[in-house]
C-alpha cells in the first residue's frame, strides 16, 4: 500500500521535537493511521538510532515497544524541552524590539514565537499589539499607531497599519533615491557644461562650493568619499573634526592632516570637484580616470609623455590612477578616420570629483615611443569634450614609460618552530593569565540574602556539564563549596554559538540587586577615534576569558557561590554576568 510523505530521523539542530511530531501528526492523518500501536511503531522505525537509544534510556527498564505513543511522545517533549521560567521569557519578549532592516510581519512572528512560554494566555493579543507599539522602533509608524483610539486599537487593526505605513515608507524611498540620482546626474553635467564655457582649464573653489551646496539640497545620503576635515566617513553634520583645532593653522572644524593651509591642488580636467556621492552605477561598468596632484604629496606638476600615433606626434598625461585610456574626439578627428570607431562599447567614465564624461566609443590604435620601432594596439575611450589625452597604468607600464621596483622581503611561515616557542614561552601558555588587582564587591547591608535551588539540566547535556565544571575548576576559576553560605546562585548552562561546546554561567539576577556598581565611564566610538588620529599602524587585540583574569577575594567569592546537580562550587575569578563586571574591567 502507498503512503504518503516521509517522515526522516529527529535532529535536535534542525528542528524542535515539537515541530517533528507536529509533521508526524500530519503523516498519519495523511495515510489514515489511527492505531495507536501502529503510530508508536511507526515513531520507533522513523526517529533514528541516537534518539532510540535516548528513549530506551528515558524509559528503563521499560522497553519503547511496551509504552503507548503518547507517553514516548511526552518523555521525549519532556526531555528536549525543560519548563521554561515564564518571567524569563516575558523579559525577552519585552526586551524584544524591531530590528534594522526587519518587517512588520517578521517582527511580529518574533514576537508570537516568544510570547509561546510567557503564559499570556487569553491576553495574548493585547501583549503583541502593546509590544508592536512599543518595540517597532519607527517613530512615525509610533506616532501614528499612538495616536489612534485604543478601543479601536486590536493587534489586527494595529499590524495593519504599521504594515501599510512601512509599505508607504519604502516606496517613497525608492522614488526619493530615483528623484535623487536623476538630479545629481543634472546638477552635475550641468555645472560641467557652465564651467566649460567659463574656464574651460581653471576651475576655481568658490564654483566648486556652490556646486556642491546647490547638490546638497537634492541629497542627503552617507558619502562614499572621505571628509576633507578629517579623513573619515560619516553622515554629513557629524564629523569628529567639528570643533577641534588644527595644530598647524589654529583654525577650527579640521584636522592637521587635513590642514589646507599649505595645500595646492593641480586640476587637470575641466569638471569640478563636489561633496557629493559618485553616481549610483555599477563597478565594472564604470572606469575612473585622472587624479589630483599636491605639493604634499609625490609630484608639483603632471608627468607627460609624446606617443606616435599613426606617425602623428600626440603629448598624453600619463596617469597611474586611471583604469583605462582616454582620447578627446578633436584629437581623434586628426590622427583616425570616424569609421573606426566602436560606438558598441561605449564606457562610463567618472572624472576626479564624480562628474561623468560622456564616452563615443571604443578605438583602438597603433601607437609606439620615438626610442621604439615596434607598434602596440592600445584601446582608447573617445570622449566628445576638452580634455587631455590620458594613457592608464596598464599601458605606461606595456610601453616601458613606468617601471615598478618590487622589494620582497622573505617572511617565514613556520610558526610551528620550537624556537618560536621557547623564545616566547610565556605567550603560548594555556594557564589562565591574572591582571594585578583584587576585586572586592561591595553588598548593601540592608540586602536580604537569597539562595536558589539547581536547575534541573537535560541527559544530553550532563556529561558536557560534568566536564566544563572540571575543567574550569582546573583553570583555577572556581571550587568545590562545602561550608554554608548566605548567597547562592542558579546555574545557566547553554550551547555556543554554531558550535558543540557548552558555556557555564551563573544567574546573579538576587546578587546583582544588592551589588553596588563603581560606575566607571566607558569610552565611545567616537572619542576612540579621535585619538587614532594619525595612526599608521593599527593591531586589534582580543582579550581571552577577560572576566576571569580578575581574582576575587575570599569574602567576594562566597557571594558568587552557585548550585548544581553536583554540588556547590564559588567562583575565584570574576563570573560573567555580574553588573558591576564591565566597569571593574574598564
Same mark, same amino acid.
Given at each position: 500500500m502507498a503512503t504518503f510523505g516521509n517522515i526522516g530521523e529527529f535532529c535536535e539542530k534542525k528542528e524542535t521535537w515539537e515541530m517533528y511530531t507536529d509533521r508526524l501528526g500530519e503523516y498519519f492523518a495523511a495515510n489514515n493511521i489511527s492505531d495507536a500501536a501502529r503510530k508508536r511503531a511507526i515513531l520507533n522505525s522513523v526517529v533514528g538510532s541516537q534518539t532510540y537509544k535516548l528513549i530506551s534510556d528515558l524509559l528503563a527498564p521499560k522497553k519503547p515497544n511496551e509504552a503507548t505513543y503518547q507517553e514516548l511522545v511526552d518523555r521525549l517533549e519532556k526531555h528536549f524541552k525543560p519548563t521554561k521560567s515564564s518571567i524569563i521569557a516575558r523579559f525577552q519578549f519585552n526586551s524584544r524590539c524591531r530590528r534594522s532592516g526587519e518587517s512588520i510581519a517578521e517582527y511580529l512572528a518574533a514576537l508570537r514565537a516568544l510570547a509561546s512560554d510567557c503564559k499570556f494566555g487569553q491576553n495574548l493579543d493585547e501583549m503583541l499589539r502593546d509590544r508592536l507599539v512599543c518595540g517597532v522602533q519607527n517613530e512615525r509608524i509610533q506616532k501614528s499607531l499612538l495616536a489612534q483610539p485604543e478601543d479601536k486599537l486590536d493587534l489586527k487593526r494595529t499590524v495593519e497599519l504599521a504594515q501599510s505605513m512601512q509599505l508607504a515608507g519604502d516606496q517613497a524611498k525608492m522614488l526619493s533615491a530615483s528623484t535623487s540620482t536623476m538630479a545629481e546626474s543634472n546638477t552635475t553635467v550641468n555645472a560641467f557644461r557652465k564651467k566649460q564655457a567659463q574656464r574651460p582649464n581653471r576651475p576655481?573653489?568658490?564654483?566648486? %562650493?556652490?556646486?556642491?551646496?546647490?547638490?546638497?539640497?537634492?541629497?542627503?545620503?552617507?558619502?562614499?568619499?572621505?571628509? /576633507?576635515?578629517?579623513?573619515?566617513?560619516?553622515?554629513?553634520?557629524?564629523?569628529?573634526?567639528?570643533?577641534?583645532?588644527?595644530?598647524?593653522?589654529?583654525?577650527?572644524?579640521?584636522?592637521?592632516?587635513?590642514?589646507?593651509?599649505?595645500? &595646492?591642488?593641480? #586640476?587637470?580636467?575641466?569638471?569640478?570637484?563636489?561633496?557629493?556621492?559618485?553616481?549610483?552605477?555599477?563597478?565594472? +561598468?564604470?572606469?575612473?580616470?585622472?587624479?589630483?596632484?599636491?605639493?604634499?604629496?609625490?609630484?608639483? @606638476?603632471?608627468?607627460?609623455?609624446?606617443?606616435?600615433?599613426?606617425?602623428? @606626434?600626440?603629448? !598624453?598625461?600619463?596617469?597611474?590612477?586611471?583604469?583605462?585610456?582616454?582620447?578627446?574626439?578633436?584629437?581623434?578627428?586628426?590622427?583616425?578616420?570616424?569609421?573606426?570607431?566602436?560606438?558598441?562599447?561605449?564606457?562610463?567614465?567618472?572624472?576626479? /570629483?564624480?562628474? +561623468?564624461? $560622456?564616452?563615443?566609443?571604443?578605438?583602438?590604435?597603433?601607437? %609606439? =615611443?620615438?626610442?621604439?620601432?615596434?607598434?602596440?594596439?592600445?584601446?582608447? &575611450?573617445?570622449?566628445?569634450?576638452?580634455?587631455?589625452? =590620458?594613457?592608464?597604468?596598464?599601458?605606461?607600464?606595456?610601453? /616601458?614609460?613606468?617601471?615598478?621596483?618590487?622589494?620582497?622581503? &622573505?617572511?617565514?611561515?613556520?610558526?610551528?618552530?620550537?624556537?618560536?616557542?621557547?623564545?616566547?614561552?610565556?605567550?603560548?601558555?594555556?594557564?589562565?593569565?591574572?591582571?594585578?588587582?583584587?576585586?572586592? *564587591?561591595?553588598?548593601?547591608?540592608?540586602?536580604?540574602?537569597?539562595?536558589?535551588?539547581?536547575?534541573?539540566?537535560?541527559?544530553?547535556?550532563?556529561?558536557?556539564?560534568?566536564?566544563?565544571?572540571?575543567? *574550569?575548576?582546573?583553570? /583555577?576559576? =572556581?571550587?568545590?563549596?562545602?561550608?554554608?553560605?548566605?548567597?547562592?546562585?542558579? *546555574? !545557566?548552562? #547553554?550551547?555556543?554559538?554554531?558550535?558543540? +561546546? =557548552?558555556?557555564?554561567?551563573?544567574?546573579?539576577?538576587?546578587?546583582?540587586?544588592?551589588?553596588? %556598581?563603581? $560606575?566607571?565611564?566607558?569610552?565611545?566610538?567616537? +572619542?576612540?577615534?579621535?585619538? *587614532?588620529?594619525?595612526? #599608521?599602524?593599527?593591531?586589534?587585540?582580543?582579550?581571552k576569558c577577560s572576566f576571569w583574569q580578575i581574582p576575587l577575594d575570599y569574602e567576594s567569592s562566597l557571594l558568587t557561590t552557585f548550585s548544581t546537580p553536583y554540588g556547590r562550587y564559588r567562583y575565584l575569578r570574576m563570573p560573567y554576568g555580574l553588573c558591576s563586571a564591565s566597569d571593574v574591567y574598564q
Amino acid at each position: 500500500m502507498a503512503t504518503f510523505g516521509n517522515i526522516g530521523e529527529f535532529c535536535e539542530k534542525k528542528e524542535t521535537w515539537e515541530m517533528y511530531t507536529d509533521r508526524l501528526g500530519e503523516y498519519f492523518a495523511a495515510n489514515n493511521i489511527s492505531d495507536a500501536a501502529r503510530k508508536r511503531a511507526i515513531l520507533n522505525s522513523v526517529v533514528g538510532s541516537q534518539t532510540y537509544k535516548l528513549i530506551s534510556d528515558l524509559l528503563a527498564p521499560k522497553k519503547p515497544n511496551e509504552a503507548t505513543y503518547q507517553e514516548l511522545v511526552d518523555r521525549l517533549e519532556k526531555h528536549f524541552k525543560p519548563t521554561k521560567s515564564s518571567i524569563i521569557a516575558r523579559f525577552q519578549f519585552n526586551s524584544r524590539c524591531r530590528r534594522s532592516g526587519e518587517s512588520i510581519a517578521e517582527y511580529l512572528a518574533a514576537l508570537r514565537a516568544l510570547a509561546s512560554d510567557c503564559k499570556f494566555g487569553q491576553n495574548l493579543d493585547e501583549m503583541l499589539r502593546d509590544r508592536l507599539v512599543c518595540g517597532v522602533q519607527n517613530e512615525r509608524i509610533q506616532k501614528s499607531l499612538l495616536a489612534q483610539p485604543e478601543d479601536k486599537l486590536d493587534l489586527k487593526r494595529t499590524v495593519e497599519l504599521a504594515q501599510s505605513m512601512q509599505l508607504a515608507g519604502d516606496q517613497a524611498k525608492m522614488l526619493s533615491a530615483s528623484t535623487s540620482t536623476m538630479a545629481e546626474s543634472n546638477t552635475t553635467v550641468n555645472a560641467f557644461r557652465k564651467k566649460q564655457a567659463q574656464r574651460p582649464n581653471r576651475p576655481t573653489w568658490s564654483n566648486q %562650493r556652490q556646486t556642491s551646496a546647490r547638490s546638497s539640497s537634492t541629497q542627503q545620503q552617507k558619502p562614499r568619499k572621505p571628509c /576633507g576635515n578629517c579623513g573619515t566617513f560619516h553622515k554629513r553634520r557629524e564629523c569628529p573634526a567639528y570643533g577641534k583645532t588644527c595644530h598647524k593653522c589654529n583654525k577650527k572644524n579640521h584636522y592637521a592632516d587635513y590642514c589646507r593651509s599649505s595645500r &595646492h591642488v593641480y #586640476t587637470v580636467n575641466p569638471d569640478s570637484y563636489s561633496e557629493e556621492d559618485e553616481p549610483a552605477v555599477d563597478e565594472q +561598468e564604470l572606469f575612473y580616470v585622472r587624479a589630483v596632484d599636491n605639493t604634499n604629496l609625490h609630484l608639483k @606638476h603632471d608627468i607627460h609623455a609624446t606617443l606616435v600615433v599613426n606617425n602623428t @606626434h600626440v603629448p !598624453v598625461q600619463l596617469d597611474t590612477g586611471a583604469r583605462c585610456n582616454v582620447l578627446p574626439m578633436h584629437v581623434y578627428n586628426v590622427i583616425a578616420p570616424p569609421k573606426s570607431i566602436d560606438n558598441s562599447k561605449s564606457t562610463k567614465l567618472i572624472a576626479y /570629483g564624480g562628474t +561623468e564624461l $560622456h564616452t563615443v566609443g571604443l578605438a583602438t590604435l597603433p601607437c %609606439r =615611443i620615438d626610442s621604439s620601432q615596434t607598434d602596440h594596439n592600445i584601446d582608447f &575611450h573617445i570622449v566628445d569634450t576638452q580634455v587631455k589625452a =590620458i594613457l592608464g597604468l596598464t599601458d605606461c607600464l606595456r610601453l /616601458g614609460l613606468l617601471s615598478v621596483n618590487n622589494l620582497v622581503y &622573505h617572511v617565514s611561515n613556520d610558526t610551528t618552530s620550537p624556537q618560536v616557542f621557547k623564545d616566547y614561552e610565556d605567550l603560548f601558555d594555556s594557564s589562565l593569565g591574572s591582571l594585578p588587582v583584587i576585586y572586592t *564587591m561591595t553588598i548593601d547591608p540592608n540586602a536580604t540574602p537569597v539562595v536558589r535551588p539547581p536547575r534541573r539540566i537535560p541527559a544530553a547535556m550532563q556529561d558536557k556539564v560534568k566536564s566544563e565544571l572540571q575543567r *574550569m575548576t582546573t583553570l /583555577g576559576v =572556581i571550587t568545590p563549596v562545602s561550608e554554608p553560605t548566605d548567597w547562592v546562585s542558579s *546555574m !545557566v548552562a #547553554t550551547h555556543k554559538k554554531n558550535s558543540e +561546546e =557548552i558555556r557555564l554561567c551563573i544567574d546573579p539576577r538576587d546578587l546583582n540587586e544588592a551589588l553596588k %556598581r563603581p $560606575h566607571h565611564p566607558t569610552r565611545t566610538v567616537e +572619542e576612540v577615534a579621535a585619538k *587614532m588620529d594619525g595612526a #599608521t599602524v593599527f593591531s586589534v587585540l582580543d582579550a581571552k576569558c577577560s572576566f576571569w583574569q580578575i581574582p576575587l577575594d575570599y569574602e567576594s567569592s562566597l557571594l558568587t557561590t552557585f548550585s548544581t546537580p553536583y554540588g556547590r562550587y564559588r567562583y575565584l575569578r570574576m563570573p560573567y554576568g555580574l553588573c558591576s563586571a564591565s566597569d571593574v574591567y574598564q
